[in-house]
Nanobody, 129 residues
Framework: QLQFVESGGGVVQPGGSLRLSCKAS?????????IGWFRQAPGKEREGIIC????????NPADSVSGRFSISKDNTRNIVHLQMDSLKPEDTGIYYC?????????????????????WGQGTRVTVSS
């Protein structure tokens, strides 16, 4: 199983933007992995906010981030980016990425954390004025 490392978190004002990155531990079979981004806000359970399938298509955002967050997958560089725009204070939390090896002819992805493995340590995002 691949492991993933998140980066790019920080402190930003409401309405601002951040770009997070999720890097795989190696290239082996990265192209067969769906990648999900998850967020754990203070005092709350981890929630799936957006994912992208192994081919880098059919992103699946949660309603809370739809229209503000976008995801892209580069199978040649073993990396996934999460672009977060129009950030709100409720976007504050620790952001994690993980992978679900499905590949093949299965397209689309799930935002259920139970499907994913190779969790990183997370990167903290704080949205505050």
């Amino acid at each position: 199983q691949l492991q993933f490392v998140e980066s790019g978190g920080g402190v930003v004002q409401p309405g601002g933007s951040l770009r997070l990155s999720c890097k795989a531990s190696d290239a082996t079979f990265f192209g067969e992995y769906d990648i999900g981004w998850f967020r754990q806000a203070p005092g709350k359970e981890r929630e799936g906010i957006i994912c992208i399938d192994h081919a880098g298509s059919l992103p699946n955002p949660a309603d809370s981030v739809s229209g503000r967050f976008s995801i892209s997958k580069d199978n040649t560089r073993n990396i996934v980016h999460l672009q977060m725009d129009s950030l709100k204070p409720e976007d504050t939390g620790i952001y994690y990425c993980a992978g679900d090896r499905r590949g093949g002819l299965i397209y689309g992805c799930s935002r259920s954390a139970d499907e994913y493995h190779g969790w990183g340590q997370g990167t903290r995002v704080t949205v505050s004025s």
